[in-house]
């Protein structure tokens, strides 16, 4: 099946820096790829989507200037989270849509960010 | 708007037992509908979906789920639990096929030897 990575699997980083987290779709060709957050024993919350070569759209209470999304090409989208905060702290996991005309969903392993 | 409720936060079942994770959702009109299960530090990996057609999908691992329009339900079912089944599963809903997947809060499954 298809295969999205992610990297790092696990980042610490020291408040104030940036932490740039990598998306790729291995086998296939991502027209639109997903970001989400999940914090403990909680559900994914949707931050933004991506489209290859077009800016993200977030979602309500997502602060695009802090966390910078490029999808630079089908296969790889990056997640920058700028001047990070020990509150950012979390499970970021990525998801890539396969194109037309399979529209299938496939999530990467997620990346543990912490923020000391 | 659209919303999926999972209303268990955890499940247990003996293994070889039947068990059923269960899934309301709500949205304003046809659903596309998923099971996602999550293992520890791990991301989703997906079970099965609804799209159209026969209200009962059968997905990866044994896993089955029942499309219930009348009481807007997509329960997960399987008929016997594994203890390597624990893990966290997730119902997500989307409008169509190409929209955005909304999840529940997630299902913690406990199986017990």
């Known amino acids: 099946g298809a295969v999205v990575s992610q990297h790092p699997s696990r980042v610490i980083c020291k408040s104030g820096t940036s932490v740039k987290i990598e998306c790729r779709s291995l086998d296939f060709q991502a027209t639109t790829m997903f970001w989400y957050r999940q914090f403990p024993k909680k559900s994914l919350m949707l931050m933004a989507t991506s489209n290859e070569g077009s800016k993200a759209t977030y979602e309500q209470g997502v602060e695009k200037d802090k966390f910078l999304i490029n999808h630079a090409s089908l296969t790889l989208s990056t997640l920058t989270v700028t001047s990070a905060h020990p509150e950012d702290s979390s499970f970021y996991i990525c998801s890539a849509r396969e194109g037309p005309p399979v529209y299938e969903q496939y999530f990467g392993p997620g990346t543990r960010l912490t923020v000391t | 708007a659209q919303s999926v409720a999972q209303p268990e936060d955890q499940v247990n079942v003996a293994e070889g037992n039947p068990l059923t994770v269960k899934c309301t959702y709500s949205?304003?009109?046809?659903?596309?509908l998923f099971w996602y299960v999550q293992y520890p530090n791990r991301g989703l990996q997906f079970l099965l979906k609804?799209?159209?057609?026969?209200?009962l999908v059968k997905g990866s691992y044994g896993f089955e789920a029942e499309f219930n329009k009348s009481q807007t339900s997509f329960h997960l079912k399987k008929p016997s639990a594994l203890v390597s089944d624990s893990a966290l599963y997730f119902c997500?809903?989307?409008?169509?096929?190409?929209?955005?997947?909304?999840f529940g809060t997630g299902t913690r499954l406990q199986v017990f030897p």
């Open positions: 949205v304003s009109g046809n659903p596309y």
């Open positions: 609804y799209i159209t057609g026969d209200n």
């Open positions: 997500a809903v989307s409008l169509y096929n190409t929209d955005k997947l909304i």
